[in-house]
């Protein structure tokens, strides 16, 4: 049983803001986020199958991860549900990207709702190993499924 990773990159900009945080960032404003997914499993060993000695394809992951985060977070704002008036912000030429989140949308939270949405993709022989995400080019947050179990 050979058990390989598989690492893919993709990039979104995002901007947000954190409620009630004593710092710069309680403002609105935006990072170039760089997400690695990297997932687990043993390549399959079935010369008739198309994907075979894959563990999964990349285009399969790039699909499932664009559908889940990418595609929705680009160019998108998000805000906490603490955050007051959001009502304000119904300003549809303005904010057709804007999601609100049931948490402060800190690297840590982010990176946690994102294991959640791509675990529930994955084919069943492949297992989520890990994610990486960057929120700026010197600080980033992991996921590690077996800190997770
Ligand atoms: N634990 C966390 N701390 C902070 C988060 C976060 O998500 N988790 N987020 C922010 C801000 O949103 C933003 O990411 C600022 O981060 P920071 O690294 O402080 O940005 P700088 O521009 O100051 O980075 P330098 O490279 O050090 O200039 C704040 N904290
Ligand atoms: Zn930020």
Known sequence: MTKVRLTKEFHFEMAHALWNYDGLCK???????ILFVTVIGEP???????????????GDLKRIVNQE??????????LSEATPNLERLNIPQMFERFFITP???T?????????????SKLPNEVNLHSLKLHETATSFAEWYASDNL
Do not use: T, W
């Open 27 to 33: 403002n609105i404003h935006g990072h170039s986020y």
């Open 44 to 58: 399959n060993k079935d010369i008739k199958n198309p994907k075979f000695g894959m563990v999964m394809d990349f």
């Open 69 to 78: 985060i990418v595609d929705q977070l680009d160019h998108a704002l998000v």
């Open 103 to 105: 948490y402060q949308p």
């Open 107 to 119: 690297c840590e939270n982010m990176i946690a709702d994102f294991a959640e949405r791509i675990i």
